[in-house]
């Protein structure tokens, strides 16, 4: 099995999938929202050979869209490495552009990404109150959902599987709570955090907690399909192969 991190992969995984997932988590963390409740920014993120997009916060929300070049912050990175040594903690970022606004930067964005890490890898304790291991899931759901599509559009093993797939779309649920939709187009995977109107295949988790346990990896997936916890239907392939992408996710996002 390959385990080696691509840099490149790691990138789209942090850009899309991690920081991606502010926009969920201020809809679902009342601190987050209320924490951007007054800004209007938007902080565009310039990877170079790497992904470009920009996260917009306004009146208590957060919207991710691609490309980096209508932003009110700019952050450049030379490198995908670089880029990834900032989500790691190792990487201090420099502004080209938006000097007069690095107080929303370095104070209230790197706030929201202490409660998005709190949020996504929390205490045990944490976990104890249903509402807070709901909103977890929720959190881990969209973000898996997300890397998926970056691993299969980036990863060596991850390319290999979404070329076995056949076009059309993937819905991944929390029955009765949430879902995300992947599109599979010529081979290429999208996420779209939101349920789909007309899968082509579904993998669907009985509740909340379920998805918790497993995408925090403490409930094994066979385990979970033969006590019917997670069920699975429609293009067979599809889901096979999907599976063996969300394996991969599990090295980028651990």
Known sequence: M??????????????????????????????????IKKDKVSIGFAVKDGPQATLSFNNGKCVFSE???????????????????????????????????????????SFLTDILSHNLKPDPLYLVNPETSRTNALLLLYTAASAASQV??????????????????????????????????????????KPCEKPRAVMEFKDADTAGRLLRGELSGMAAICEGSVRMRGMVNMIDNLNRILDRVNYYLN
Do not use: W
């Open 67 to 109: 490309g980096a070049q209508e932003c009110d912050i700019r952050l450049p990175f030379g490198t995908c490495r670089r880029f990834n040594g900032l989500i790691a903690g190792t990487v201090k970022p420099l502004p080209s552009k938006g000097f007069t606004k690095v107080f929303f930067l370095i104070n209230k964005f």
């Open 2 to 35: 390959l385990t080696t991190i691509d840099q490149k992969t790691l990138a789209y995984v942090n850009l899309y999938a991690v920081l991606g997932c502010l926009e969920n988590l201020c809809e679902l963390v009342e601190e987050a929202g209320s924490l």
């Open 152 to 193: 299969a559009n980036y990863d060596r093993s991850g390319i290999f599987s979404a070329n076995q797939m056949p076009d059309g779309d993937i819905a991944v649920n929390i029955s009765g709570e949430a879902g995300a939709t992947i599109q599979v187009r010529e081979h290429r995977l999208t996420t779209i955090k």
